[in-house]
DNA sequence: TTGCTCCTCACGTCACGTGAGGTGGC
DNA sequence: TTGCTCCTCACGTCACGTGAGGTGGC
């Protein structure tokens, strides 16, 4: 659809008015949606003398990406942020948020299963609060902590909330994390630190962060195995990490942020050890966690230098 | 919550009365959502004098059950059926469609990550469309037959419409498949065999028709690894297949009702080729699926009598 | 009287869909 | 005049949430 407004306006002085009709045509949507985007002030139309409204180029390409978004299972108020500019940074929680809701969802679908094939409904119902356990830390921990941090701890904890409570333990436990997470907002990442660091990971992709994780994962299963396939990048990245380079890097900088703030926050001292008491497979995942390091700073003992 | 009204009964002719607030505490439901349940009809409490609801051990139950598939994610409609004894044939269908709806949300969510990493918008866009043309045949294939069956072809064909549509045949292809799936049922399954039908595959889990899916195609990919792994299963099956026992049983009857049904409707002369003619994929499996049979009918000449 | 529970009724949510009723140009 | 498009306005959807305003028992 283009409109050969220039012809009409050089030799006629004749306007040429886009009607809903073409518009509807060439976005796929309704023309009641149209109106509801027009309402929400996500478009806005000259209105012709004769009360007809006059679509120009610009409103089709946005109610073209309203329309993509919206089948992408965007709600609008979330469409309006993607449109005015913080694109990437809506999109990389979004996704990551629709990832966690996938594993829920994947869950709940065998609990269907379950059901259909005679599992009692006191069964179900206990599963079913492990569940919500998992939503309620996974997504306070997504919108606690700015940018991709939050994108990727939410991940990388979630796969550890499957457990259900059974222990008064982690009874408590859990209720430590909830606190932890209602209280982060007032403590808060220093806002210019916020800023910058958002500003410096919006473009990594959720399934980046999932990937990252995953490698970690791998890592610290088999730290052998990872050590000597990749031995070239390991003494690479330790050079690097030694470099000026690095130190006068966002990266570098970002890393600092986040360890004053771990510190300061509690995260070390309160969160860490409550998810340990809460999941026993997060436990064992950090017992594994120690034991590979140990292995790799054995081969690389100059990495000692780094945490300090 | 266990309310001992025989004693108050029994002893001072008291009634007891179960007031919501109990009732919220014992199935973790509001108030709301309570009165809601009731103004749709799925309980109703009596009402004592003072015009407060009265409670049964019932309907708590009912509300329970209610909470739970609502979690699930079930509406209102389908969990006054599944309620209304219909249980597992409704549960059926609903886990399947969910299970498809799972696979769409994977793909929207790689789209998302797309978009994300600077994927054009355009690009999106197409990849959207095959999308709900998956979505429009597997929903058709779903509720167009019956039962298993319906969930067992929606499932299986699903996998082999990811592709785009490029060609005029591609396409002329997808509306022979809609005005197909959209005349079925004028055409129809006997009444009678439909009910027969339902009821004997109402138990089969969502997830065994996947994984008899999925054999079927392992099956078929490596033919020789089947059936050197499968010989005594095969023997056996290929002995009870001519057995009067099988010619008795539901099951021959309802392979029957399908055979019939599938020439009449045209599922074989219609249906299939246009398949075929839709997604190169699905050609290739039935390629296969050929050259597969065709290795079993050498190892079991005896089973070409089981065609005719 | 106060504080508690219970009730009903009305309106809001979210992203539109479905008419009803009226205008403007050919 | 007829048939077409355009407009606005009101009400409906789904599964409740959020008050408002009033009753009943201790």
Redesign the interface.
């Known amino acids: 659809l283009t409109i050969p407004q220039g012809f009409g306006l050089l030799f006629k002085q004749e306007v040429i008015i886009v009607f809903v009709k073409e518009v509807c045509k060439a976005t796929k949507l309704t023309k009641k949606a149209i109106e509801y985007y027009i309402s929400q002030g996500m478009i806005s139309p000259k209105i012709s003398e004769n009360t007809y409204r006059d679509f120009c180029q610009d409103d089709i390409e946005t109610l073209?990406?309203i329309?993509?978004l919206r089948?992408?299972?965007l709600g609008i108020d979330d469409i309006k942020k993607v449109l005015s500019c913080e694109m990437?940074q809506v999109?990389?929680k979004?996704?990551t948020q629709?990832?966690l809701k996938?594993e829920r969802?994947?869950t709940?679908?065998?609990?269907?299963?379950k059901?259909?094939?005679g599992t009692n409904?006191a069964d179900?119902?206990i599963e079913?609060v492990a569940i919500?356990q998992n939503e309620t830390i996974a997504e306070k921990l997504l919108y606690s902590f700015p940018g991709y941090y939050g994108c990727f701890i939410s991940f990388h904890f979630s796969r550890f909330l499957n457990e259900l409570i059974k222990t008064v333990e982690q009874q408590e436990a859990y209720q430590e994390i909830l606190n932890f997470l209602d209280n982060i907002p007032t403590i808060g990442f220093p806002k210019d630190a916020q800023e910058f660091f958002i500003e410096n990971t919006k473009?990594i992709?959720?399934?980046q962060i999932i990937d990252i994780d995953e490698n970690t994962k791998q890592a610290i299963a088999n730290p052998e195995k990872f050590l000597s396939e990749n031995k070239e990048k390991l003494t690479e990245y330790l050079e690097y990490m030694q470099s000026d380079e690095y130190r006068n890097s966002p990266a570098y900088r970002m890393k600092c942020v986040l360890k004053d703030f771990n510190n300061i926050s509690g995260y070390y001292k309160i969160f860490i050890p409550a998810m340990k008491k809460l999941s026993s497979s997060y436990k064992e995942y950090c017992m594994q966690a120690e034991i590979a390091n140990e292995k790799f700073l054995e081969v690389y003992p100059d990495a000692k230098k780094l945490d300090e």
């Not at 709940?108 to 299963?113: A, G, I, N, P, S």
Request: hydrophobic share 35%.
């Open positions: 073209k990406k329309s993509i089948k992408l299972d990437n999109l990389q979004l996704s629709k990832k996938f969802e994947k709940k679908q065998l609990l269907l299963d059901l259909c094939s409904w179900i119902e079913l919500e473009n992709s959720a399934q």
